[in-house]
């Protein structure tokens, strides 16, 4: 079992920062990806950004440029991180943390609301 803590969520006015962060622990002996995903009232949930092992990122195309994705620089690399600048109202939604432990499924974190004002 994979257990995902996450948190920086908020209340932000528009052009704005915010960082979040989702800590993984638990058993698994590697992550191979950690990744931050997004759902909106009345929307499906899409892709923020992804980051894998050796340092592979993407992001969505609506957030490129003014969110970074990074992971924790410690021995154990189980913290993933979600700088969010220049936040503008349509990026209001639960954010929700992403993990894929090496011979494993997906995992979920409870997700963490981002509202932001204009």
């Known amino acids: 079992q994979v257990q995902l803590v996450e948190s920086g969520g908020g209340l932000v006015r528009a052009g704005g920062s915010l960082r979040l962060s989702c800590a993984a622990s638990?058993?698994?002996?590697?992550?191979?990806?950690m990744g931050w995903y997004r759902q909106a009232p009345g929307k499906q949930r899409e892709l923020v950004a992804g980051i894998t092992s050796d340092g592979s990122t993407k992001y969505g195309d609506s957030v490129k440029g003014r969110f970074t994705i990074s992971i924790a620089k410690d021995n154990a690399k189980n913290t993933v991180y979600l700088q969010m600048d220049s936040l503008e109202p349509e990026d209001t939604a639960v954010y929700y943390c992403n993990v894929l432990p090496a011979g494993s499924r997906t995992y979920w974190g409870r997700g963490t609301q981002v509202t932001v004002s204009s």
């Open positions: 638990g058993s698994f002996f590697r992550l191979k990806a």
